[in-house]
């Protein structure tokens, strides 16, 4: 068997999330993973990076998978791309060594936040970015909160899973914000993200620049690993996974 | 009664096109009558500065209507976002003279034409351009052929309605030709174009292009007067109405 890592595009619109569920074969993963079954003529199962929310777009969500090597990489991408419904894609596909694991071998990963503000809808992008209407949003004190927030922290407050277990610690290398007049666009960069990680995060920001939440209090809302301090959870279709390093 | 003018833009994938159908309400135009027409408790009719063919989207469509004057421009512009479908957005509203047409008072509109040239599709605006498979185009074929199409010509090769009766005389102000590496963009300008006009001018540069069609028999095309001569129809969602001028 040979392990294989693609690299995957998808509008997040129709899809319950990146994850296979029981309930549900909306998934990314469940799609991409039926497609090569049937290739294969045998079950492949893919692991992705991790895990996007439903509604959640990827412009390079990472992915890997074992297959019997009797197919060409060419022929296991074009496969891929005729099978796949038209809003999920392969770009890229590399045969890697079998210690490759798209998850666990995962150096650093980019997501953008799009935030547009305008009472104007725009008719093309309106699935990839937040639509608010508050255009008394202070970028500057947005900008002002990033220095609280990269680096290593324990960052239980702005995860979404409020009983999770394992460690809700994580490191943010970069939290860039840039700005024009209709728009407002957040990239984080870091070793992982909780769950509804960096949607709370872009919640907590935009309140700070709405003045709701108070920038002197980001530290003790860090601190307190309580959900209920931060933000709101901003939503999906303005989230992209841009890219997974490894 | 007062006129007003729009600035509309929409994605057209959904629609039959600008024109009210009587078999079909999915038009734009029918939907923006029956937003207006709710508002104002009477039947309001709109003016389009020409049709768009099923498909086709628009960045700067122009439509003008009349309504009795009690509402202002921002309530109706706000109706109209709030209940036209996501697609469908108006970007502006003017009080125009009543004698402003957006039909018959256009000097020139411009439109686009997308060409993307992958085997790997773009997920996030596959909607919005014609996915070519031949990489082996030669856009400089392309654009030298634009010296013979530019000015007043019979542009009858070039309609897709075979049995028109009016006049086929047009003028073509500009064509640019833009290409990188992925993407061939063409933009047309001009006092107007006959229907599918662009979509013939496109598949007739494609054809050109890959020498389907030799350069040189370009201005027999043109004066031959035959659909048939011309090239392939190109497809309507590589097309999008920039703007009209007046």
């Known amino acids: 068997m040979q392990n294989y890592k693609i690299i995957v595009q998808y509008d997040g619109t129709k899809y319950q999330g990146w994850q296979i ?20 003529d045998t079950q492949i199962e893919v692991v992705g990076s991790g895990r996007t929310d439903a509604g959640v777009h990827a412009l390079g969500q990472v992915a890997n998978f074992f297959m019997p090597e009797k197919f060409s990489e060419n022929q296991i ?16 596909i590399q045969k890697v060594d079998e210690r490759f694991h798209a998850r666990f ?25 937040y639509q608010y209407l508050d255009a008394k ?34 490191t943010i290398f970069s939290i860039d914000i840039q700005s024009t007049e209709n728009e407002i666009i957040i990239d984080y ?24 939440i108070l920038l002197d209090t980001l530290p003790q809302i860090i601190t307190s690993k309580n959900r209920q301090l931060a933000g709101f959870t901003a939503p999906p279709q303005g989230l992209t996974l841009l890219k997974v390093e490894y």
Do not use: W
């Open 21 to 40: 569920q029981r309930s549900s074969d909306q998934t990314i993963q469940g799609k991409i993973s039926a497609v090569l079954s049937k290739m294969a």
């Open 77 to 92: 991408i074009n496969y891929l791309n005729e099978y796949l419904p038209e809003d999920i894609a392969v770009c890229k």
């Open 137 to 170: 949003i202070d970028v500057n004190l947005m900008k002002n909160a990033v220095k609280y927030l990269i680096g290593e922290h324990d960052f239980k407050s702005f995860c979404g899973n409020t009983h999770i277990k394992k460690s809700t610690i994580r």
């Open 105 to 129: 071998s995962c150096k650093s990963k980019t997501y953008r936040y799009r935030i547009f503000i305008s009472n104007i809808p725009n008719v093309f992008e309106r699935k990839y970015y």
């Open 189 to 212: 960069s870091g070793d992982g993200f909780l769950q509804n990680m960096v949607r709370i995060l872009t919640g907590t920001l935009i309140e700070i620049g709405t003045k709701q």
